[in-house]
């Protein structure tokens, strides 16, 4: 399923920037207007959103995306009634438009039923191995003696993730006055993940999750979660799902995020604010 969902997303990103420019040239030309007029009010909104996504990437966003549905359905009305159910540019509208965008937020954003298991609140983080930039290996359990929060992000391509953390970077003192290490931690080859650590000005601790190992043994792991394409990047096409743990001094779990959707993330506040009710 995720190789689909990974075909899939690639595939309509891709279409939805296209009909935008077919349905532009088709007004330039004057081709039944009122109808590309449809595709357009259709298929500008999830191409911006998209666009504004990779150039100005956010954390999270809402997790329905009705305003993309309805212009969908606005779209895809315009064209019909101007030239009929047969028509390229009704095709257009419903199926970018309607179907794909619906099938975005309902299907690819959601991750099917996560096991919770080991990582229910009050559990000890199962030992698990990581690599520094440098290839160093360091378990997990060597970071006990603190809390730490714990980042498992899917790597650079991400625009979320990069946000997500560039958003904890920028709550960085307001952690570490509470005692907390930061650990991020992603599959991506380490070349990548030292080229990230080098934009933060925040002694957080990156990680490297060699072969998915540590995301597999804790039950996170999306195998074939890369959008298609992005390997020749050099990326695994297996990636973790998003995740945000916080763990005690003894290495008990005190905080677990195990979203659902990969565009609803935790905000920072809500870290700091479980180390403050538990006064770890």
């Known amino acids: 399923m995720n190789l689909l969902k990974s075909l899939y997303v690639s595939t309509f990103m891709t279409a939805a920037f296209v009909a935008c420019g077919v349905a532009v040239w088709q007004l330039l030309l ?3 207007p009122a109808a590309w007029a449809g595709v357009l009010i259709a298929c500008v909104p999830i191409a911006t959103f998209f666009a504004l996504l990779l150039l100005r990437p956010v954390a999270r966003t809402s997790a329905n995306l009705w305003s ?38 309902f299907w690819y954003s959601r991750f099917a039923a996560r096991d919770s298991e080991r990582l229910a609140l009050g559990r000890v ?30 790597g650079n391509w991400c625009p979320l993730c990069m946000a ?28 990548h993940t030292q080229n990230l650590a080098q934009r933060f000005d925040a002694p957080m601790t990156f990680m490297v999750d060699r072969d998915n190992a540590a995301a597999r043994q804790l039950g996170i792991l999306a195998e074939n979660g890369l959008p ?17 743990l916080i763990t005690d001094a003894e290495g008990r779990i005190v905080y677990a ?22 006064g770890i």
Do not use: C
């Open 125 to 154: 983080l199962p030992a698990f191995a990581l690599e520094a930039v440098d290839g160093t290996p360091r378990a997990a359990a060597s970071f006990l003696g603190k809390p730490v929060l714990w980042v498992f992000y899917r």
């Open 164 to 191: 997500q953390i560039r958003e904890v970077a920028g709550q960085y003192r307001e952690l570490a006055q509470r005692g907390a290490e930061v650990v991020l931690i992603s599959p991506q080859p380490a070349t």
């Open 257 to 278: 995020d195990l979203t659902d959707n990969y565009r609803v993330r935790p905000e920072p506040a809500e870290f700091i604010a479980v180390l403050d009710r538990l």
């Open 228 to 244: 298609t394409g992005l390997q020749v990047l050099g990326y695994d096409g297996d990636v973790p799902m998003p995740t945000v």
């Open 30 to 32: 004057g081709n039944e």
């Open 68 to 105: 993309l549905i309805v212009a969908g359905v606005a779209g895809t009305a315009i064209s019909l009634i101007e030239v009929g159910p047969a028509h390229v540019a009704t095709w257009l509208s419903f199926g970018l438009g309607v179907v794909g965008t619906v099938l975005y937020v």
